[in-house]
C-alpha cells in the first residue's frame, strides 16, 4: 500500500421503509457526509426529501405476505446490484432486514438501526439482521441488556 | 386547525371516531385527517387517505394540534416542528396493529414536553381540551438530527470501524 494512493468515498446504500423509519433514517443524515449515499424507501414520494441523491423505491410488505415479500426482495436485489453499495444502512423495516441478508450473501458491510419504537423488544426485523448484519443498534440500553444488539444512542 | 393521523398500514378507526365525536361539538376547530385504508365515512373530518411525506410535514406544520397513533413519524416530526402532539397507542386487542409495542412507545414518549397520550375517548377529548386551551410553548423544537453519539457510531461503521 502507498500513502498516496486515492481513497474513493465509501458508497452506502441507505434503505428503509416509509414513515417513521424514513424519518428516523434522515436524522442519520450527518453520518453520511463524505460518503457517496443512495437512498431506498417503499414510498416513491420519499424522493423529495434527498432530492440530491439518488433514489430507488420498492414495495413494502411484511412477513404476513409471502409473496409481496418476495417481489420486495427482488427488487431490493435489483436495487444492490445497481447500486454496488460498500455498506448498507437500515433503520427497517422488512426491506431492510432483506437487504442486510442479501449483503451479508453479497460481502456487503451492513449496520441495521432497529426503530426507536422498539423500546422494549427488539422487532422481527432486528431479530433478523442479528443473524445477517455486521452490527445491530438498539435505540434503548435495556433492549440491549437483554440481547446481543447494541446501544450507541438514539435518533432523538 | 387539528391534523390527525393514523400512518398507512392499518386503519384506526377507534381513533378516528373518537376524534370525529370531538370535532362534532366544536364550532371553530377544523380537523384534517390522514386515514389510511379506513372505509368509514368521518362526518366533522376533512380526509385524505395517503400523504407524501412532504406535504405531511407541511399539515404538521400548519397545525396548532397533532393527534396521532403512536408511530414514530408523527411524533418525530411533531418534535422536529414544536407541536404538541397527542397520541393514542394502537392496540392488538382490538385488531389495530400486529402487536402492542405503541404502548412501549408511548409510555417513553410521553416524557418528552410536546407529548400527550391518551388511552382511550374520554383521555383524548380531556387531552384536546388541554393543549387547545395552552396559549405557551411546549418545550420547543428538537434537533432534526440523531443523538451525537449515534451519529459518530454510524460514521464510524461505514468508514470502517469496528462495533464491538
Known amino acids: ?156 | 386547525m387539528i391534523f390527525a393521523t393514523v400512518g398507512t398500514q392499518l386503519p384506526f378507526d377507534r381513533l378516528l371516531g373518537a376524534l370525529d365525536s370531538w370535532a362534532g361539538g366544536q364550532h371553530r376547530t377544523s380537523v384534517f385527517a390522514q386515514t389510511g385504508r379506513s372505509g368509514v365515512d368521518f362526518h366533522n373530518l376533512e380526509c385524505t387517505p395517503f400523504m407524501a411525506p412532504s406535504m405531511f410535514r407541511d399539515a404538521v406544520e400548519r397545525a396548532r394540534v397533532i393527534v396521532g397513533h403512536a408511530g414514530m413519524g408523527t411524533i418525530l416530526t411533531a418534535a422536529e416542528l414544536g407541536k404538541p402532539v397527542i397520541i393514542m397507542p394502537r392496540r392488538a386487542a382490538f385488531g389495530e396493529h400486529r402487536n402492542d409495542h405503541q404502548l412501549a412507545t408511548a409510555s417513553e414518549m410521553r416524557k418528552l414536553p410536546n407529548v400527550l397520550v391518551a388511552e382511550d375517548e374520554t383521555q383524548l377529548s380531556e387531552a384536546l381540551g388541554l393543549a387547545m386551551s395552552e396559549t405557551s410553548g411546549h418545550g420547543g423544537c428538537i434537533s432534526p438530527y440523531a443523538s451525537p453519539d449515534l451519529l459518530s457510531a454510524v460514521s464510524d461503521f461505514i468508514r470502517g470501524g469496528h462495533v464491538e
Not at chain 1, 12 to 26: C, D, E, K, N, R
Request: proline share 6%.
Open chain 1, 1 to 156: 500500500m502507498t500513502g498516496l494512493s486515492h481513497v474513493s468515498p465509501p458508497r452506502v446504500l441507505a434503505i428503509s421503509s416509509g414513515g417513521g423509519h424514513w424519518v428516523q433514517l434522515l436524522r442519520l443524515a450527518p453520518a453520511f457526509e463524505g460518503a457517496e449515499v443512495h437512498y431506498a424507501c417503499t414510498d416513491a414520494d420519499a424522493a423529495g426529501d434527498v432530492s440530491a441523491a439518488p433514489f430507488f423505491s420498492y414495495p413494502d410488505a411484511n412477513k404476513s405476505q409471502p409473496i409481496k415479500l418476495a417481489l420486495t426482495a427482488i427488487r431490493i436485489a435489483c436495487i444492490i446490484v445497481r447500486v454496488r453499495p460498500d455498506v448498507i444502512v437500515s433503520t427497517g423495516a422488512a426491506g431492510g432486514g432483506l437487504a442486510v441478508m442479501m449483503g451479508r450473501w453479497l460481502g456487503i458491510r451492513s449496520l441495521f438501526v432497529d426503530s426507536i419504537a422498539n423500546a422494549k423488544e427488539l422487532s422481527v426485523s432486528a431479530k433478523l439482521a442479528l443473524r445477517a448484519a455486521d452490527a445491530v443498534f438498539t435505540q434503548w440500553p435495556k433492549v440491549a441488556a437483554q440481547t446481543p444488539a447494541v446501544f450507541r444512542g438514539s435518533v432523538l
